[in-house]
C-alpha cells in the first residue's frame, strides 16, 4: 500500500516531531508487523496530531479491516472510502464495551466500560432488532457482554452495533417522521454524537429480546446521529437443562 499524502506536525514548536520522523509508509509497515495492535495504535495518536491523523486515517482503518474483515467489506459497498462516525470510533465500538454510569443512559446501574478480547457481530442478528418496515436496512448488532449478578437488577448484558449508511436508513427517516427527542445530555461513548431512544420512539420490536435471551419488558437501545448502537438488557436465567448441557460440553 502506498501512502502519499503526509503532514508535519502541528502539535507545538517545541515538538521532536517537527525535526522529522519516520514516513507514512515506514510506519505502516511497522504496524502491519504489529497485526495493528490497538494499544500500540493508541499509544501513537497521543504523540502529537501528525501521528493522530495518520491513526484516524490509516492505522485504525487497517485495524478494523483486520478485526472484522467481511463486515468491513459490507460497510464500505456502497462505494464509500470510510464509515459512518471515523474508523477511530468504530475500532473502539469493536473492543470496547462501555458499560454505564449511575444516572447515565440507564438509570442508576453502574458497571465500569471495559475492553473486550473478540466480540462477534453477526448481520442476521441486527435484523431482529428492527421493525418489519424496517428490515431492509442493515444492522450488525454484537452479541451481549454479560455481567451477572447486579444485584436487584439480576443479570445485565450489554450490546452494541452499527448501521450501514445510516443517514439514508429507513429506521432514521423513522425517527424523525416520529419526532424522536434527542438526549438532552447523554451522547454515544464512540463517537460523541447525539442519541436517539428507539424505546422512547416505540421502535424495540419483542424479536430483540428473544434474540438476546432477555426479558421482554427489560430491553433497552440507543442509535446516534453516526448510527452506531449500544443498549442494556436484564438475561433470562439458565434454565436447569442448560446449565448441565455447558457442564456437559466443558
Known sequence: MIITKQYRCIH????LCTKGHLSEEVIFLVFQQLNW???????????CKWFDDLAKRVLWKEFCKTRAPKMMLDLQSSGSHSVDGNWRALAKLLIYCSGCTRGGLFNNIHVPGHFVYRTRFSRTSGKSFLLPQCRTDVLYIS?????LDQ???GDIGFF?????SFATSKVRKMLIK??????PTEVCPYCKAKLWSMLQAKMVPASASCRLGAYEDAIEYYVCLNGHVLGICT???LSDSEEASD????
Open 143 to 147: 452479541d451481549p457482554c454479560e455481567h
Open 160 to 164: 452494541r452495533g452499527i448501521f450501514k
Open 235 to 237: 438475561l433470562l436465567p
Open 247 to 250: 457442564h456437559s460440553d466443558a
Open 12 to 15: 507545538s514548536a517545541s515538538c
Open 151 to 153: 444485584g436487584d437488577d
Open 178 to 183: 416520529r419526532e424522536a427527542q434527542l438526549h
Open 37 to 47: 495492535n490497538p494499544k500500540s495504535v493508541a499509544t501513537l495518536s497521543c504523540v
